[in-house]
Protein backbone atom coordinates (compact mmCIF):
# COMPACT_ATOMS: atom_id res chain seq x y z
CA UNK A 1 0.00 0.00 0.00
CA UNK A 2 3.03 2.08 0.65
CA UNK A 3 3.99 2.11 -3.12
CA UNK A 4 0.87 2.57 -4.16
CA UNK A 5 0.48 5.78 -1.85
CA UNK A 6 4.06 6.64 -3.41
CA UNK A 7 2.42 5.92 -7.02
CA UNK A 8 -0.47 8.57 -6.20
CA UNK A 9 1.85 11.37 -4.44
CA UNK A 10 3.74 11.28 -7.65
CA UNK A 11 0.92 11.62 -10.03
CA UNK A 12 -0.09 14.47 -7.89
CA UNK A 13 -3.93 11.93 -7.33
CA UNK A 14 -6.46 12.23 -5.36
CA UNK A 15 -8.76 9.81 -4.25
CA UNK A 16 -12.46 10.11 -3.16
CA UNK A 17 -14.94 7.38 -2.99
CA UNK A 18 -18.72 8.49 -3.85
CA UNK A 19 -21.79 7.25 -2.32
CA UNK A 20 -24.43 9.84 -3.64
CA UNK A 21 -26.28 8.37 -6.41
CA UNK A 22 -27.00 12.07 -8.30
CA UNK A 23 -22.65 12.18 -8.10
CA UNK A 24 -22.13 9.01 -9.33
CA UNK A 25 -24.85 9.76 -12.33
CA UNK A 26 -23.03 12.77 -13.08
CA UNK A 27 -19.61 10.78 -13.18
CA UNK A 28 -20.65 8.01 -15.06
CA UNK A 29 -21.90 9.89 -17.73
CA UNK A 30 -18.65 11.82 -18.16
CA UNK A 31 -16.91 8.94 -18.47
CA UNK A 32 -19.14 6.51 -20.60
CA UNK A 33 -18.33 6.37 -24.08
CA UNK A 34 -22.40 5.18 -24.18
CA UNK A 35 -20.76 2.97 -27.46
CA UNK A 36 -22.75 -0.01 -26.20
CA UNK A 37 -25.67 -0.67 -24.39
CA UNK A 38 -23.71 -1.94 -21.23
CA UNK A 39 -22.28 1.59 -20.82
CA UNK A 40 -25.91 3.57 -20.67
CA UNK A 41 -26.55 5.07 -17.07
CA UNK A 42 -30.46 4.33 -17.86
CA UNK A 43 -29.84 0.27 -18.25
CA UNK A 44 -27.56 0.13 -15.50
CA UNK A 45 -29.22 2.50 -12.97
CA UNK A 46 -32.45 -0.09 -13.49
CA UNK A 47 -30.86 -2.44 -11.70
CA UNK A 48 -29.83 0.52 -8.52
CA UNK A 49 -34.08 1.37 -8.72
CA UNK A 50 -34.96 -2.53 -7.86
CA UNK A 51 -32.13 -3.52 -5.89
CA UNK A 52 -31.12 -0.68 -4.04
CA UNK A 53 -27.78 -1.20 -3.47
CA UNK A 54 -25.86 1.63 -2.97
CA UNK A 55 -22.71 3.03 -5.75
CA UNK A 56 -19.63 2.82 -4.77
CA UNK A 57 -17.53 4.73 -7.07
CA UNK A 58 -13.67 4.72 -6.43
CA UNK A 59 -12.39 8.35 -7.96
CA UNK A 60 -9.10 9.26 -8.87
CA UNK A 61 -8.84 12.97 -9.08
CA UNK A 62 -5.77 15.60 -10.89
CA UNK A 63 -6.49 18.95 -10.32
CA UNK A 64 -9.93 18.81 -9.36
CA UNK A 65 -10.80 17.03 -12.02
CA UNK A 66 -11.75 13.01 -12.53
CA UNK A 67 -9.49 11.77 -14.26
CA UNK A 68 -10.34 7.76 -13.60
CA UNK A 69 -12.99 5.84 -11.97
CA UNK A 70 -13.49 2.21 -10.59
CA UNK A 71 -17.68 2.08 -10.92
CA UNK A 72 -18.87 -0.81 -8.21
CA UNK A 73 -21.36 -1.85 -5.58
CA UNK A 74 -21.16 -4.67 -2.98
CA UNK A 75 -23.12 -8.03 -3.25
CA UNK A 76 -24.39 -8.96 -0.21
CA UNK A 77 -25.15 -12.50 -1.35
CA UNK A 78 -22.03 -13.13 -3.30
CA UNK A 79 -20.16 -11.19 -0.19
CA UNK A 80 -18.15 -9.19 -2.99
CA UNK A 81 -17.68 -6.12 -5.12
CA UNK A 82 -18.63 -5.90 -8.37
CA UNK A 83 -19.33 -3.67 -11.09
CA UNK A 84 -22.30 -1.30 -10.58
CA UNK A 85 -25.38 -2.99 -11.66
CA UNK A 86 -24.05 -6.24 -11.06
CA UNK A 87 -21.53 -9.29 -12.69
CA UNK A 88 -24.75 -9.90 -15.12
CA UNK A 89 -23.52 -6.88 -16.91
CA UNK A 90 -21.01 -7.55 -19.90
CA UNK A 91 -18.24 -5.19 -22.08
CA UNK A 92 -17.44 -3.32 -19.13
CA UNK A 93 -14.67 -0.91 -19.81
CA UNK A 94 -12.16 0.97 -17.03
CA UNK A 95 -13.42 4.17 -17.34
CA UNK A 96 -9.49 6.36 -17.32
CA UNK A 97 -7.96 9.06 -18.61
CA UNK A 98 -4.81 7.39 -18.57
CA UNK A 99 -4.03 3.68 -18.53
CA UNK A 100 -1.49 4.23 -15.78
CA UNK A 101 -4.22 4.82 -13.28
CA UNK A 102 -6.40 1.33 -14.27
CA UNK A 103 -3.55 -0.30 -11.45
CA UNK A 104 -3.72 2.40 -9.49
CA UNK A 105 -7.62 2.02 -8.99
CA UNK A 106 -7.64 -2.11 -8.52
CA UNK A 107 -4.77 -2.11 -5.89
CA UNK A 108 -7.10 0.57 -4.09
CA UNK A 109 -10.35 -1.35 -4.51
CA UNK A 110 -11.93 -3.25 -1.37
CA UNK A 111 -11.70 -7.02 -0.98
CA UNK A 112 -13.39 -9.72 -1.89
CA UNK A 113 -13.52 -8.23 -5.43
CA UNK A 114 -15.17 -9.39 -8.82
CA UNK A 115 -14.90 -7.50 -12.39
CA UNK A 116 -16.01 -9.37 -15.26
CA UNK A 117 -16.01 -9.12 -19.00
CA UNK A 118 -14.02 -6.05 -19.61
CA UNK A 119 -12.80 -5.32 -22.69
CA UNK A 120 -9.30 -3.77 -23.39
CA UNK A 121 -9.23 -2.58 -26.90
CA UNK A 122 -5.82 -2.23 -29.06
CA UNK A 123 -5.01 0.87 -27.46
CA UNK A 124 -3.93 -0.91 -23.92
CA UNK A 125 -0.62 -2.30 -22.73
CA UNK A 126 -0.56 -6.05 -22.34
CA UNK A 127 1.25 -5.62 -18.91
CA UNK A 128 -1.79 -2.66 -17.84
CA UNK A 129 -2.37 -4.41 -14.67
CA UNK A 130 -0.49 -7.73 -13.51
CA UNK A 131 -3.98 -7.68 -11.36
CA UNK A 132 -6.11 -8.97 -14.53
CA UNK A 133 -6.44 -11.93 -16.44
CA UNK A 134 -8.48 -13.99 -18.96
CA UNK A 135 -12.09 -14.23 -18.81
CA UNK A 136 -14.64 -16.22 -20.93
CA UNK A 137 -14.63 -14.89 -24.03
CA UNK A 138 -18.07 -12.97 -25.48
CA UNK A 139 -19.94 -13.86 -28.23
CA UNK A 140 -20.37 -10.62 -30.87
CA UNK A 141 -20.85 -11.38 -34.12
CA UNK A 142 -20.13 -8.57 -37.04
CA UNK A 143 -22.55 -8.28 -39.54
CA UNK A 144 -21.20 -5.56 -41.91
CA UNK A 145 -20.34 -7.26 -44.70
CA UNK A 146 -23.16 -9.44 -44.84
CA UNK A 147 -26.13 -8.38 -46.95
CA UNK A 148 -27.89 -11.61 -46.30
CA UNK A 149 -28.34 -14.92 -44.70
CA UNK A 150 -26.95 -16.78 -46.97
CA UNK A 151 -23.60 -14.37 -47.05
CA UNK A 152 -23.20 -15.21 -43.42
CA UNK A 153 -23.42 -19.01 -43.90
CA UNK A 154 -21.31 -18.66 -46.61
CA UNK A 155 -18.37 -17.47 -43.88
CA UNK A 156 -18.82 -20.83 -41.52
CA UNK A 157 -16.50 -23.64 -41.99
CA UNK A 158 -18.59 -26.51 -43.80
CA UNK A 159 -19.18 -28.25 -40.82
CA UNK A 160 -20.99 -25.46 -38.87
CA UNK A 161 -22.31 -24.14 -42.09
CA UNK A 162 -24.33 -27.57 -42.54
CA UNK A 163 -25.00 -27.89 -38.71
CA UNK A 164 -26.80 -24.82 -38.64
CA UNK A 165 -28.54 -25.01 -41.71
CA UNK A 166 -29.51 -28.93 -41.03
CA UNK A 167 -30.78 -27.55 -37.64
CA UNK A 168 -33.31 -25.10 -39.06
CA UNK A 169 -34.52 -26.95 -41.58
CA UNK A 170 -35.41 -30.23 -39.11
CA UNK A 171 -37.46 -28.03 -37.40
CA UNK A 172 -38.85 -26.34 -39.84
CA UNK A 173 -40.55 -29.78 -40.36
CA UNK A 174 -42.80 -28.46 -37.28
CA UNK A 175 -44.22 -25.59 -39.40
CA UNK A 176 -43.04 -23.63 -36.66
CA UNK A 177 -44.80 -19.52 -36.43
CA UNK A 178 -42.21 -17.20 -35.93
CA UNK A 179 -43.30 -13.76 -34.60
CA UNK A 180 -41.84 -10.43 -32.84
CA UNK A 181 -43.96 -8.84 -30.06
CA UNK A 182 -43.00 -5.50 -28.62
CA UNK A 183 -45.24 -5.65 -25.80
CA UNK A 184 -43.66 -6.33 -22.66
CA UNK A 185 -46.79 -8.85 -20.77
CA UNK A 186 -46.74 -11.05 -17.21
CA UNK A 187 -47.51 -14.08 -19.56
CA UNK A 188 -44.14 -13.18 -21.49
CA UNK A 189 -42.02 -13.16 -18.13
CA UNK A 190 -43.71 -16.18 -17.00
CA UNK A 191 -43.02 -18.14 -20.24
CA UNK A 192 -39.44 -16.55 -20.63
CA UNK A 193 -38.76 -18.16 -16.89
CA UNK A 194 -39.90 -21.15 -17.31
CA UNK A 195 -38.28 -21.92 -20.55
CA UNK A 196 -34.93 -20.41 -19.24
CA UNK A 197 -35.42 -22.50 -15.83
CA UNK A 198 -35.09 -25.65 -18.19
CA UNK A 199 -31.62 -24.07 -19.84
CA UNK A 200 -29.99 -23.33 -16.74
CA UNK A 201 -31.50 -25.66 -14.27
CA UNK A 202 -28.62 -25.01 -11.22
CA UNK A 203 -26.94 -28.51 -12.07
CA UNK A 204 -25.43 -28.91 -15.28
CA UNK A 205 -25.27 -25.22 -15.76
CA UNK A 206 -25.91 -21.68 -13.49
CA UNK A 207 -29.57 -21.29 -12.21
CA UNK A 208 -31.33 -19.35 -14.11
CA UNK A 209 -31.39 -15.61 -13.41
CA UNK A 210 -34.98 -15.25 -13.68
CA UNK A 211 -35.57 -17.23 -10.16
CA UNK A 212 -33.78 -14.44 -8.46
CA UNK A 213 -35.85 -12.01 -6.07
CA UNK A 214 -36.93 -8.80 -7.73
CA UNK A 215 -36.20 -10.01 -10.90
CA UNK A 216 -40.00 -9.62 -12.37
CA UNK A 217 -39.94 -6.00 -11.66
CA UNK A 218 -36.31 -5.96 -13.49
CA UNK A 219 -37.88 -7.54 -16.53
CA UNK A 220 -40.03 -4.85 -17.00
CA UNK A 221 -37.89 -2.26 -16.39
CA UNK A 222 -35.48 -3.65 -19.02
CA UNK A 223 -37.88 -4.15 -21.48
CA UNK A 224 -40.30 -1.28 -21.46
CA UNK A 225 -40.48 1.59 -23.83
CA UNK A 226 -37.68 4.46 -23.44
CA UNK A 227 -35.99 6.85 -25.08
CA UNK A 228 -32.55 5.19 -25.36
CA UNK A 229 -32.86 1.45 -27.32
CA UNK A 230 -35.92 -0.70 -28.53
CA UNK A 231 -36.89 -3.68 -26.88
CA UNK A 232 -39.20 -6.98 -28.52
CA UNK A 233 -39.53 -10.62 -28.04
CA UNK A 234 -38.53 -13.36 -30.42
CA UNK A 235 -41.33 -15.86 -29.77
CA UNK A 236 -41.25 -19.12 -31.62
CA UNK A 237 -44.61 -21.24 -31.53
CA UNK A 238 -45.21 -25.08 -32.50
CA UNK A 239 -48.31 -26.68 -32.36
CA UNK A 240 -50.01 -23.11 -30.32
CA UNK A 241 -47.67 -24.11 -27.85
CA UNK A 242 -44.44 -21.29 -27.72
CA UNK A 243 -41.05 -23.51 -27.59
CA UNK A 244 -39.03 -20.27 -27.28
CA UNK A 245 -37.96 -16.87 -26.54
CA UNK A 246 -35.91 -14.76 -26.63
CA UNK A 247 -35.50 -10.45 -25.48
CA UNK A 248 -34.00 -8.65 -28.02
CA UNK A 249 -32.94 -4.67 -27.04
CA UNK A 250 -31.18 -2.75 -30.13
CA UNK A 251 -29.54 0.10 -29.25
CA UNK A 252 -28.08 2.43 -31.98
CA UNK A 253 -27.44 -0.45 -34.54
CA UNK A 254 -26.62 -3.51 -32.34
CA UNK A 255 -28.43 -5.87 -31.80
CA UNK A 256 -28.58 -8.00 -28.20
CA UNK A 257 -30.02 -11.35 -27.47
CA UNK A 258 -30.61 -10.90 -24.15
CA UNK A 259 -32.10 -13.60 -22.33
CA UNK A 260 -33.98 -16.32 -23.14
CA UNK A 261 -35.17 -19.83 -23.17
CA UNK A 262 -36.28 -22.72 -25.32
CA UNK A 263 -38.00 -26.24 -24.82
CA UNK A 264 -34.93 -28.40 -24.52
CA UNK A 265 -37.29 -31.61 -26.02
CA UNK A 266 -36.86 -30.00 -29.52
CA UNK A 267 -33.08 -30.75 -30.32
CA UNK A 268 -32.20 -28.43 -32.91
CA UNK A 269 -34.76 -24.92 -30.93
CA UNK A 270 -31.47 -23.13 -29.97
CA UNK A 271 -30.05 -23.13 -33.78
CA UNK A 272 -33.11 -22.09 -35.63
CA UNK A 273 -33.84 -19.58 -32.60
CA UNK A 274 -30.17 -18.10 -33.90
CA UNK A 275 -30.48 -18.59 -37.34
CA UNK A 276 -33.90 -16.62 -37.29
CA UNK A 277 -32.03 -13.50 -34.90
CA UNK A 278 -29.08 -13.18 -37.10
CA UNK A 279 -31.41 -12.89 -40.17
CA UNK A 280 -33.61 -10.54 -38.25
CA UNK A 281 -30.48 -8.54 -37.16
CA UNK A 282 -29.32 -8.34 -41.12
CA UNK A 283 -32.65 -7.31 -42.10
CA UNK A 284 -32.67 -4.53 -39.79
CA UNK A 285 -29.18 -3.31 -40.72
CA UNK A 286 -27.73 -3.88 -37.21
CA UNK A 287 -23.85 -3.66 -37.28
CA UNK A 288 -23.30 -6.42 -34.93
CA UNK A 289 -25.21 -9.41 -33.29
CA UNK A 290 -24.49 -9.77 -29.22
CA UNK A 291 -25.70 -13.37 -27.95
CA UNK A 292 -23.82 -12.90 -24.73
CA UNK A 293 -21.19 -14.48 -22.75
CA UNK A 294 -22.34 -17.95 -21.53
CA UNK A 295 -21.10 -20.16 -24.74
CA UNK A 296 -23.80 -23.02 -23.02
CA UNK A 297 -21.31 -25.19 -25.28
CA UNK A 298 -22.35 -24.29 -29.08
CA UNK A 299 -22.30 -20.14 -29.48
CA UNK A 300 -18.71 -20.36 -30.81
CA UNK A 301 -19.50 -22.53 -33.38
CA UNK A 302 -21.85 -19.40 -35.22
CA UNK A 303 -20.20 -16.23 -33.77
CA UNK A 304 -16.55 -14.90 -33.27
CA UNK A 305 -15.62 -14.81 -29.91
CA UNK A 306 -14.14 -11.48 -28.41
CA UNK A 307 -11.55 -11.99 -25.85
CA UNK A 308 -12.44 -10.37 -22.12
CA UNK A 309 -10.47 -10.18 -18.97
CA UNK A 310 -11.56 -10.29 -15.69
CA UNK A 311 -10.34 -9.43 -12.06
CA UNK A 312 -11.02 -11.61 -8.99
CA UNK A 313 -9.46 -11.01 -5.72
CA UNK A 314 -10.10 -12.40 -2.16
Not at 26 to 47: A, E, G, K, Q
Not at 85 to 99: I, L, M, P, R, S
Not at 125 to 137: A, K, N, R
Not at 294 to 308: F, L
Amino acid sequence: MNDINTTIADLHLEIKVHTDIEECKTLWNLFSPNNTIFDLWYLRNVFYEIYHIPPHFITAYKDNVPVGMLPLWFDKEMNRYEWYGCCWFEGNTFFVKDQRYVDILLRLAPRPIFLNAIRLDSSYDTMVSELIVDDEPENIQSLTQFQSMDDYLAQLTKKHRYNLKSSYESLCEYEPKVYFDTDSTIEHYNTLKDLNKQCFDGVNKPKSLLLEEGVEELFFQISRKNEFYSSKFIIIEIHNKIVAIDLILQYKNQYYALIGGYDRRYRDISNFLLYREITDAIVNKCALIDVMQADCGWKHKYVTQVPVKKVELM
